[in-house]
């Protein structure tokens, strides 16, 4: 059973570009959430998507956009980079209908703007 | 809105000794409470959690963790450290009734554990 797999691994861009980060999420799962971890900091939640739509969002701005597909997987866009922006983007998937359950991470997409 | 303390930014310890990571919340709801471990280059992987009942949870890895709703703490604890061990560690809060799968976390306390 494959777990939350993200892609790329690593990524470098320069500012002003725009990066998009790929996402699927543990077989049986519908729901995926985005978190940005910099350096030296704990994961910030960036937003959730259920059923194709984004659910909440945190504090980020909406330079930062995503998108689910039917099959679950997920996107996260963002555009105009910023230095700001290099961090580790981590997704994390989880059930619906599973309130209890916990959510299962991937291993990251590392994002360094030049 | 829920906020998470982690009171050591660093832990230095000595191979096979006792651990506690220190963890403090603040939330106006109930809250469900994690601990997560990140080794280098990788996500986070869950240790352990705290959902309902008994107040002491246990998790992989021989680590656990105490509960203490007075406190508003969840420390975690291990009775005999190895090197593998050495890794960054999140404490994180969702709320009970809140999105399921969104969490707060601290900002990691680093363990080092030194032969």
């Known amino acids: 059973d494959a777990g939350v797999t993200q892609s790329p691994t690593h990524l470098i861009k320069t500012r002003g570009q725009q990066v998009t980060l790929r996402c699927s999420p543990k077989?049986?799962?519908?729901?995926v959430s985005w978190y940005q971890q910099a350096l030296g900091q704990g994961p910030q939640f960036i937003f959730q998507?259920?059923?194709?739509?984004?659910?909440q969002r945190g504090n980020f701005p909406d330079r930062f956009s995503g998108h689910q597909y039917p099959n679950y997987s997920s996107e996260l866009n963002v555009n105009a980079l910023l230095l700001g922006d290099s961090a580790l983007y981590l997704c994390?998937?989880?059930?619906?209908?599973?309130?209890?359950?916990?959510?299962?991470f991937g291993p990251g997409t590392r994002l360094l703007v030049l | 809105a829920q906020s998470v303390t982690q009171l050591d930014s660093q832990v230095p310890v000595f191979e096979e000794a006792p651990v506690e990571l220190r963890c403090n919340y603040s939330s106006s709801v109930s809250v469900y409470l994690f601990w997560y471990v990140q080794y280098p280059n990788q996500g986070l992987q869950l240790l352990l959690k705290y959902l309902s009942g008994s107040t002491l949870v246990k998790g992989i890895n021989g680590f656990e963790a105490e509960f203490n709703k007075s406190q508003t703490s969840f420390h975690l604890r291990k009775p005999s450290v190895h090197i593998s061990d050495t890794a960054e560690y999140f404490c994180?809060?969702?709320?009970?009734?809140?999105?399921?799968?969104?969490?707060?976390f601290g900002d990691g306390t680093t363990l080092t554990v030194k032969p």
């Open positions: 994390a998937s989880s059930s619906a209908t599973e309130v209890r359950e916990t959510q299962y």
């Open positions: 998507y259920y059923e194709e739509e984004e659910r």
């Open positions: 077989s049986g799962h519908d729901t």
């Open positions: 994180a809060v969702s709320e009970v009734w809140g999105l399921v799968g969104k969490s707060t």
